[in-house]
T-cell receptor, first 113, second 113 residues
């Protein structure tokens, strides 16, 4: 069946360090992946996305890596700041052209000053 | 640009009561989604609209949940009668078209006692 999950439910880092959040997916047909950030009391906020024809995409302080061989997705945050503290979700498009997002359980990132 | 608006922000009801949530998407966004997010989990899609038509309601518990998007703009999600397990945050999201970036509202937190 389709599922998206995270290896680590919580991650605690020091301010200024780099953070890596991991995600495993099981649907090899998924063609589009997105990372969302959700702060307490707010809805998920888009961070970065990647299509299955790519293996790396960079944004401002964030990089997403996609390894289709092992069905693994990661989000790297450079120079992590206290404002990065939130729950991070990966999501995959499991509906093809019908575009149906399936979210993973989430990883809580805590940045210590 | 105004974001996705949702109301109410919080709602507390007793089981077997009815409740309705309202969503106003970003102006011009054709696609509207309702997600259910249970505490500690990722959002789960309940229903997706394209303009005023339903694209996907496969995970909507139709015996108690209903949703409509009259005129292809605002949407309401109703639960009747509510059960304890319906306690969750109900998130509305919209996108310009199917397959483009989703923008989420802050959600309605429902507690069923």
């Amino acid at each position: 069946g389709e599922s998206v999950g995270l290896h680590l439910p919580t991650l605690s880092v020091q301010e200024g360090d780099n953070s890596i959040i991991n995600c495993a997916y099981s649907n090899s047909a998924s063609d589009y992946f997105i990372w969302y950030k959700q702060e307490s009391g707010k809805g998920p906020q888009f961070i970065i996305d990647i299509r299955s024809n790519m293996d790396k995409r960079q944004g401002q302080r964030v990089t997403v890596l996609l390894n289709k061989t092992v069905k693994h997705l990661s989000l790297q945050i450079a120079a992590t700041q206290p404002g990065d503290s939130a729950v991070y979700f990966c999501a995959e498009n499991s509906g093809g052209s019908n575009y149906k997002l399936t979210f993973g359980k989430g990883t809580l990132l805590t940045v210590n000053p | 640009e105004a974001g996705v608006a949702q109301s109410p922000r919080y709602k507390i009801i007793e089981k077997r009561q009815s409740v309705a949530f309202w969503c106003n998407p970003i102006s011009g966004h054709a696609t509207l989604y309702w997600y259910q997010q249970i505490l500690g989990q990722g959002p789960k899609l309940l229903i997706q609209f394209q303009n005023n038509g339903v694209v996907d309601d496969s995970q909507l518990p139709k015996d108690r949940f209903s949703a409509e998007r009259l005129k292809g703009v605002d949407s309401t999600l109703k639960i009747q009668p509510a059960k304890l397990e319906d306690s969750a945050v109900y998130l509305c999201a919209s996108s310009q078209r199917q397959g483009s970036k989703l923008f989420f509202g802050s959600g309605t937190q429902l507690s069923v006692l």
